[in-house]
Structure formats: C-alpha cells, structure tokens
C-alpha cells in the first residue's frame, strides 16, 4: 500500500463510517427543520431566525460541559449516547408531523435536543481519535473524519431539500433518525482503551485547566485566535453575500446557488488532497495556508466589486472550502499531538467555542451592511482575514518542520 493511502485500523474505520452517518443526519436535519417551519407551520423570517437561534446555541452552551464529560468517562459511550439522544430527538419529530401535532416551539425544543447530541459527539471524536491510530496516523485520520465531514456538508443540506420535496417533511426526518441509529450500531464495535483514571476536582477547576492550557500554549493560543478571527469574517462575508450577488453580480437563485456550491466543493478537494498536501509540505506550512488562502479568497471576493464577476466570486468561495480544511486537518493534528490525553476533551471543545464568533460575524455584517452596504462588508472582511493571517504567520506553529510528537500525561498524573 502506497504511502498516499495508509492503511487505518478497522476500529478507526468503524469510527469513521459512523461519523458519515452522524453528519449526515445532522445536515439532512439542520436542512429539513426551516422547510418544515416554512412551508408546514407558515412562520416568516423572524421566527425562522428563533429556530436558527435555537439549532446553534448549543455549541455555545454545551461544548465545554461535553468536553469535561469526555474527559471524565469513556469518550466512545459519549459519543453513544449523544447520537442516541439525537435519534430519539429526531424520531419524536417524525412522529409529531405524521399526527399532526408539530408545532414551531416543539420542533425549536427537538432540534435543540438533537444539536446537543451533535455538540457532544463533535467533541468527543477528535479526543477519541489518538487513541484509535498511531502518531504517523494522525493525519491521515484527521482527513478520513474531514472527509466524511465535508461530503455530509456538501451533500446534505441539497438531499433534506430533496427528500422533503419528494418523499415529505416526516420522512426526511426518519431517515436522518435511521443514520443516527446507524451511527450507533458503527460506534458499538468501536474498541476504545482504557485511560488511566484521573482525580476528581470541582468541575469549575477542570474546565479553568483546560482553558488555561489553550491560552498558554505557544501554538495553541495563536491557533485558537486565528480560528476566532476567521469564523468572524468568513461569516461576515455570508451574511451579506446574497444580496450582494443578486443586486451587483447579477445572479439569480440558482447563479447563486451554484456560487455558494463551489465553497463545498473546495472543502471535498481540499480533505481528498489533505494527506498528500501533509506529506510533501512542512507541518507549519500546511497550517499557514489556510489563514494565507482565506486571505486570497477574502480579496478576491472584494474585487468583484470592481470586476461584478460571478467567476471571482466563485473562485473566492472554492477557496474558501480548500483553506480551511487543511487548517482543520492540521491544526486538529497539532492540538491532538501537544495535548495530555486526559485534557483532550476539553481542549476540544475550547476549539468548538471558537465558532462563538460566527454569529458575531453576521451581527457585524448586519450593522455595516445596514449602515455602508455590502461592498463596505467585503472589504471590511478582507482587513479581518488579513489580521487573522497575520497572527498565524507570526506564530510559532509557522515554524514547525513536522508534526510533533505527541504528549503524554505530565508527571505527577
């Protein structure tokens, strides 16, 4: 077997498979639920905005409770028990739409349900996946888990469209259930080896350790910010990015649709390239690019207001996929490396706290759209993705010839 394709053990492979299914539950959910609020229930925007709120706020409030729970017990029954909670959650919402009986707070309150289960479970896999694989592993893991991340993304929201218009709302929401379960069933056979046990402390001190350890660390602190500043602006640029192509660009729904597409297929080709990318460039390089490509791309976007090409807007959104995949692949490599086992966790889910500034982004884009227009937002956003390359390339982790080796408990643990 060539180096470009090592071979994974099966375990990790059944952990692999099952986080296609979760995904792919999760997008196919996360697509179906404002269909069904529109076109079954009536709601308007504003309400739609409070079911959004209510599918996102669990990142916010459950990541760092997650992250303590999988560092405190198994990380693989985390993982179970999330994706049952989120299958149950999904059956419930089957069964109220075939009675009937589904109304905007329930739907809210179930989809909240569900994303909690896709918080734990986002959480608990990258602090499973070191003890699955070796070090030299690691990438190649990363990117099979990117991988299967990115396909459900780009693939899933377009299939819970298709399969509420073809089939229905309540079967779509079966199905996602049924990947649930199979994601399940994928985890039962996943063999995770035993840690050793840890002291108990107050869970306040615990979660104070490992925020402590991300804000000190020399290449996780410049990782962390950068990854901060990037889910700012990129989300800047979204939130003004339709308007912006229908009124400067010309396009119509489906030109924008195609545009927006590109950005998922950037993220398919940047995972399947990740591990050659990984092997043929230094370890620091590869988390440069990411910060260096989102700079390009965030350029390139803001010239369309000079040259109203959709191609360039195009190319900007492809790009947008490529970067950050590998800064994901390679970042999620160094933090799994330098990190003690037992705070791997919580470090996960101080990394899943970052996407706090998503919502931060399309406040922003809303307030200088609203008061200069989508053009000032562009170029707004391009100063914020400058910033954020900026930090990386002054950092340490720039500077990494390879991966490095991984940590293990310090002593006294």
Aim: proline share 7%.
């Amino acid at each position: 077997m060539s180096a470009d394709t090592p071979h994974l053990p099966r375990t990790f492979n059944r952990l692999a498979w099952s986080n296609l299914a979760a995904q792919s539950a999760e997008q196919i959910a996360l697509a179906a639920a404002p269909i069904v609020a529109v076109l079954l229930l009536g709601v308007g925007e504003g309400q739609t905005g409070l079911l959004q709120t209510a599918l996102t706020l669990p990142f916010i409030l459950f990541a760092i409770p997650a992250g303590l729970l999988a560092d405190r017990i198994s990380r693989r029954w985390v993982m179970v028990t999330a994706e049952a909670l989120r299958a149950a959650a999904l059956a419930a919402m089957l069964l109220l739409i075939w009675i009937g009986a589904i109304t905007l707070p329930l739907l809210s309150l179930l989809g909240f349900i569900a994303v909690c289960g896709t918080v734990a479970y986002s959480v608990a896999a990258p602090a499973l996946v070191p003890s699955l694989v070796t070090s030299e592993q690691l990438p190649a893991a990363n990117a099979r888990i990117e991988l299967a991340r990115t396909v459900a993304f780009a693939s899933g929201p377009a299939l819970g469209g298709v399969l509420v218009g073809w089939i229905g709302a309540a079967p779509a929401f079966g199905f996602a259930a049924a990947l649930s379960v199979i994601a399940v069933v994928l985890l039962s056979g996943v063999y995770e080896p035993p840690r050793a046990p840890q002291p108990r402390r107050h869970p306040l001190q615990e979660i104070k350790e490992g925020a402590a350890f991300v804000l000190h660390h020399p290449l996780l602190r410049p990782v962390f910010i950068t990854q901060f500043i990037f889910n700012t602006a990129s989300f800047l640029v979204l939130a003004v990015f339709v308007p912006y192509a229908v009124r400067h660009l010309g396009l119509s729904a489906t030109g924008v649709g195609v545009t927006l597409a590109m950005y998922g297929v950037g993220m398919v080709v940047g995972a399947l390239a990740a591990t050659r990318v990984m092997q043929r460039l230094a370890f620091g390089t590869v988390i440069g690019l990411g910060p260096v490509t989102g700079f390009i791309a965030a350029v390139l976007m803001a010239l369309t207001t000079i040259v109203p090409t959709p191609w360039l807007a195009g190319l900007s959104f492809f790009l947008l996929g490529v970067g950050p995949i590998l800064w994901v692949i390679s970042t999620t490599t160094l933090r799994q490396s330098v990190t003690p086992p037992s705070l791997l966790g919580r470090v996960s889910a101080i990394n899943i706290m970052s996407y706090g500034a998503r919502p931060l982004g399309s406040a922003l884009g809303a307030i200088a759209g609203g008061l200069y227009g989508a053009e000032a937002c562009l170029y707004l956003a391009a100063a914020i993705f400058a910033a954020q390359a900026m930090v990386i390339l002054l950092s340490p982790a720039v500077s990494l010839a390879e991966q490095p080796e991984m940590v293990g408990e310090p002593a006294g643990c």
